[in-house]
T-cell receptor, first 116, second 114 residues
Framework: AQKVTQAQTEISVVEKEDVTLDCVYETRDTTYYLFWYKQPPSGELVFLIRRNSFDEQNEISGRYSWNFQKSTSSFNFTITASQVVDSAVYFCALSEEETSGSRLTFGEGTQLTVNP | EPEVTQTPSHQVTQMGQEVILRCVPISNHLYFYWYRQILGQKVEFLVSFYNNEISEKSEIFDDQFSVERPDGSNFTLKIRSTKLEDSAMYFC????????????FGSGTRLTVV
């Protein structure tokens, strides 16, 4: 069964610090997809990134970067030079190719607070 | 950019009442989903719907829940007799083909059962 673990429940940093959010996943499928979503206080789910299991290249988008390592089943998310607007709950999620309907399994989420 | 639209944004209902949460998925998407998020907790899968039938459901999705695509554009979640513990944010999502294509989420309906 698929599972996503985000061990960090809450992280608090001061603006301009770098912060890494950890995500570890479990799956028996060989083809799967990993996602990160941001949930600001307003409540909606904001899509950040999708990676497939065959693409281990790290990705950078502005201040955001993602490190995908199949060897450790991890898909970590780093925010460089954090800003107050980055304060939100961040969810890592997994979708398996072979599972009918391809549902998303979410981690518990990490509450990130960036203080001025 | 195409959106998934959910209505209402907030609904308050009395315990034991039936509620219907409405969603308009992206028009050319084939897969539809409902997820639930109890306040302060993670987002949980309820049900997926493809080709006019349920393709997968979680253990949360018991006989009190049902889904329907009544007219080819709307996708509804019905809770027959609401309980206090049904209070949560309900998200609708649609996809062209699951993880390979990604998912588009609606902005959610906050259901409060009193």
């Amino acid at each position: 069964a698929q599972k996503v673990t985000q061990a960090q429940t809450e992280i608090s940093v001061v603006e301009k610090e770098d912060v890494t959010l950890d995500c570890v996943y479990e799956t028996r499928d060989t083809t799967y997809y990993l996602f990160w979503y941001k949930q600001p206080p307003s409540g909606e789910l904001v899509f950040l990134i999708r990676r497939n299991s065959f693409d281990e290249q790290n990705e950078i988008s502005g201040r955001y970067s993602w490190n995908f390592q199949k060897s450790t089943s991890s898909f970590n998310f780093t925010i460089t030079a954090s800003q107050v607007v980055d304060s939100a709950v961040y969810f890592c999620a997994l979708s398996e190719e072979e599972t009918s309907g391809s549902r998303l399994t979410f981690g518990e989420g990490t509450q990130l607070t960036v203080n001025p | 950019e195409p959106e998934v639209t959910q209505t209402p944004s907030h609904q308050v209902t009395q315990m034991g009442q039936e509620v219907i949460l409405r969603c308009v998925p992206i028009s050319n998407h084939l897969y539809f989903y409902w997820y639930r998020q109890i306040l302060g907790q993670k987002v949980e899968f309820l049900v997926s719907f493809y080709n006019n039938e349920i393709s997968e459901k979680s253990e949360i999705f018991d006989d009190q829940f049902s889904v329907e695509r009544p007219d080819g554009s709307n996708f509804t979640l019905k809770i027959r007799s609401t309980k206090l513990e049904d209070s949560a944010m309900y998200f609708c999502a649609s996809s062209d083909g699951g993880g390979a294509y990604g998912y588009t989420f609606g902005s959610g309906t906050r259901l409060t059962v009193v």
